[in-house]
């Protein structure tokens, strides 16, 4: 696609791209040249202005190279961000939308389990009037373990959060322009930007994508980053765990000051002195531990998310930014 215009003063002028594509990208040497074959020519038979904006989340191997190698071939449509360290894929997607030019703009993972060719579908679902559109694997090529867990939180967080997303683990996502200026404004430090989107869409919807296996490398979310994630979904969203628990202690407290006077009427009333449920009575106590370290605990989530928040730390920092002109956003150092 050549939409250049050369103006009366002999300079090229580009259109503004219709499109951007937001592609975090952490340790992908391996499987980034597939990408490329497979993204431009899905995105040049759109026939829209598009561009592309890789970040570079302080990838550790050859990535930051070939991002470089493929913006010199393609630098009218290709932009790459460097951070100066790891930040997370959350905070690769907030610089990404701290710079982009673009009014619909599409995130996708860099190792190709969503294919690039349904990017086609959810502008699709644009055209038809919505403002962010989710997408749902037609079939997984996960293994097992995730995929249970996965639908396990998904329950869990729209009982929650009253956000219902089918698929909250896939990445292929578009927004609209509007959607994504409040959300770069938000200066929330921990947040989960597919929900936050569904907060402030007028009119959300969900389409069916294709789900590939990863065509290099391994999956950089573990069980740990899983559970992370959603505790920061939940927590970023909802306070219905404290009040639950609080309702919890409330109603572990009278049935333990019940029990306590049934004790008390057992031992001087009806049996006198004994022994016996000594080991019952210290099982009830390990357990009401157990539970008041669980509060602490989620209270210390709480806690934590203010502390984090008013430290004022910039969330990342942008190392270099590769782009064919000067005129970028001025939010990229966020």
């Known amino acids: 696609m050549n939409g250049d215009l050369v103006t009366a003063a002999g300079t090229v002028s580009r259109p503004a791209p219709v499109i951007s594509v937001v592609i975090p990208v952490y340790n992908e040497e391996d499987g980034l040249q597939a990408l490329f074959d497979r993204l431009y020519p899905a995105l040049d038979r759109l026939g829209l202005a598009y561009e592309v904006l890789f970040i570079n989340d302080g990838s550790r191997d050859r990535s930051g190279a070939l991002l470089r190698a493929q913006f010199e071939k393609r630098p009218a449509v290709t932009r790459v961000i460097y951070f100066n360290g790891n930040y997370g894929q959350h905070m690769a997607i907030m610089a990404g939308f701290s710079n982009v030019r673009g009014q619909r703009i599409v995130t996708l993972d860099a190792d190709l389990q969503n294919p690039p060719e349904d990017i086609a579908t ?8 919505h403002d962010y559109v989710g997408s749902i694997r037609r079939k997984r090529h996960d293994v097992a373990w995730r995929k249970y867990a996965s639908r396990a939180m998904n329950r869990l967080r729209e009982r929650l959060t009253h956000i219902r997303m089918t698929d909250q683990g896939c990445m292929l996502r578009a927004y609209d322009r509007r959607i994504v200026d409040a959300i770069a404004q938000s200066t929330e430090v921990s947040t989960y930007i597919p929900a936050l989107a569904y907060t402030f869409a007028a009119n959300p919807t ?68 004994e022994a016996e449920g000594l080991f019952t009575l210290f099982a009830i106590t390990f357990f009401l531990i157990g539970m008041l370290l669980f509060g602490i605990g989620l209270l210390g989530e709480y806690v934590g998310r203010i502390y984090q ?10 190392q270099a930014i590769l782009q064919a002109d000067d005129n970028r956003p001025g939010a990229g150092h966020d």
């Not at 959810?122 to 009037?129: I, V, W, Y």
């Not at 928040?309 to 942008?318: D, K």
């Open 206 to 273: 969900e389409v069916i994508v294709g789900h590939e296996e990863r065509a290099a490398g391994e999956s950089k979310y573990s069980l740990y980053r899983l559970i992370r994630l959603n505790f920061d979904l939940v927590t970023g969203f909802s306070v219905v765990p404290l009040q639950l628990f609080s309702l919890f202690g409330f109603a572990l407290a009278a049935l333990s000051g019940l029990f306590v006077v049934y004790l008390l009427v057992r031992r001087f009333l009806l049996v006198g002195p």
């Open 309 to 318: 928040q008013v430290r004022l730390r910039p969330r990342y920092l942008v």
């Open 122 to 129: 959810l502008l699709a679902a644009m055209d038809q009037g």
